[in-house]
């Protein structure tokens, strides 16, 4: 508690001790409201814009896997001659090939 909080309640001719206890409640109401600063908000702002870049990098090096299995797959895929069964490995179709394949590789 500031010395001029309580100067300024006595100036309002408060006693000392109505002075002190008006000052403890306000400050405790104060402290109970949880009040964000400016400077406490941008910082929480900051953080947040951190995360979502590292969550943007961390998505872009995942599409990068992605794409790099994609082309694995579609290379397997060609070698083994799916291509010649009709297959179209393109959109849905490459998914399903995909998958295909996937499970058949870790079954056996």
Known sequence: MQASTLRLLE????????ALALAEA??????????????IL???????????????????????HLAEMETRILHKVTTLGFTGA????????????SVFFIVLHFKN
């Open 11 to 18: 100036a309002a001719h408060f006693t000392s001790p109505q």
């Open 86 to 97: 009709g297959l179209m490995l393109t959109g849905t179709g490459l998914i399903i090939t």
């Open 42 to 64: 941008e910082s929480k702002v900051h953080e947040i814009g951190a995360r979502f870049d590292r969550m943007d990098l961390r998505v872009a090096q995942m599409e990068t």
């Open 26 to 39: 306000i400050e405790t109401e104060v402290n109970a409201a949880q009040v964000v600063t400016v400077p």
